[in-house]
């Protein structure tokens, strides 16, 4: 399967607790962004990074929030002291630089619930 | 303040009709326009998408009507299906970023049989 991955598909934490998540694009994708989305609503973006560099981040992340890509490969998505606010669905995504209209390709996402 | 309104929020047609969902902006920089399908328990997949140069776009059963001036674009899924049963995102993207894509609060359709 050569699509976006993400794991773990789901995660239960107690608030207060920390979580990563881990996001593999499609391995000649340079751009990988990150989304939530919470229950009927659409993705809201989050972050996005060209290789290694993260080149925007949203309102939406707080300090507890931290993304890294640091081989410009996978990247990782971690919530510090999560909250119950932050149950949700985070989703990744990748594109190519250079595709006309940057068509971003979704993984399955990650369901975070905090209790 | 959502830049993307989508309506319905969740539409019943019938097999073989014609589903209808509609999408508004504000933003006159927004350029670039897709919509995406999304299956529970799956990530949102690229359906169509078109730019606001042109006023139509169809691929197979999937049509976007686009209205520049009325800055509103509408998904036409004809002879609609069980299979097309899932939850439709509309979206948008500026031409100076077509990095952030701006989403709809999304439409869940049931197609019956």
């Known amino acids: 399967d050569t699509g976006v991955s993400q794991d773990p598909r789901h995660k239960i934490t107690k608030r207060g607790q920390n979580v990563t998540f881990r996001c593999d694009p499609i391995?000649?994708?340079?751009?990988l962004y990150w989304y939530r989305q919470t229950l009927g609503q659409g993705p809201e973006f989050l972050t996005y990074?060209?290789?290694?560099?993260?080149?925007?981040k949203s309102r939406l992340l707080s300090d507890r929030f931290s993304a890294e890509r640091p081989k410009g490969s996978f990247s990782t998505l971690e919530i510090q002291r999560t909250e119950q606010g932050d149950s949700a669905m985070y989703l990744c995504?990748?594109?190519?630089?250079?595709?006309?209209?940057?068509?971003?390709?979704f993984g399955p996402g990650t369901r975070l619930t905090v209790l | 303040q959502q830049q993307v309104k989508q309506s319905p929020q969740s539409l019943i047609v019938q097999k073989g009709g014609i589903s209808i969902i509609n999408c508004a902006y504000e933003?006159?920089?927004?350029?670039?326009f897709p919509w995406y399908q999304q299956f529970p328990g799956k990530g949102p997949a690229l359906l169509i998408a078109?730019?606001?140069?042109?006023s139509e776009k169809k691929e197979g059963r999937f049509t976007i009507s686009f209205n520049k001036s009325a800055k509103q674009f509408s998904l036409h899924i004809m002879d609609s299906q069980p299979g097309d049963s899932a939850t439709y995102f509309c979206?948008?993207?500026?031409?100076?970023?077509?990095?952030?894509?701006?989403f709809g609060s999304g439409t869940k359709l049931n197609v019956k049989p």
């Open positions: 995504a990748s594109s190519q630089v250079g595709s006309q209209y940057n068509e971003q390709f």
């Open positions: 078109i730019r606001p140069d042109v």
């Open positions: 391995s000649e994708h340079n751009r």
């Open positions: 979206a948008a993207s500026k031409r100076n970023n077509f990095n952030k894509f701006y």
């Open positions: 933003n006159t920089a927004f350029d670039y």
């Open positions: 990074f060209q290789n290694e560099a993260q080149l925007e």
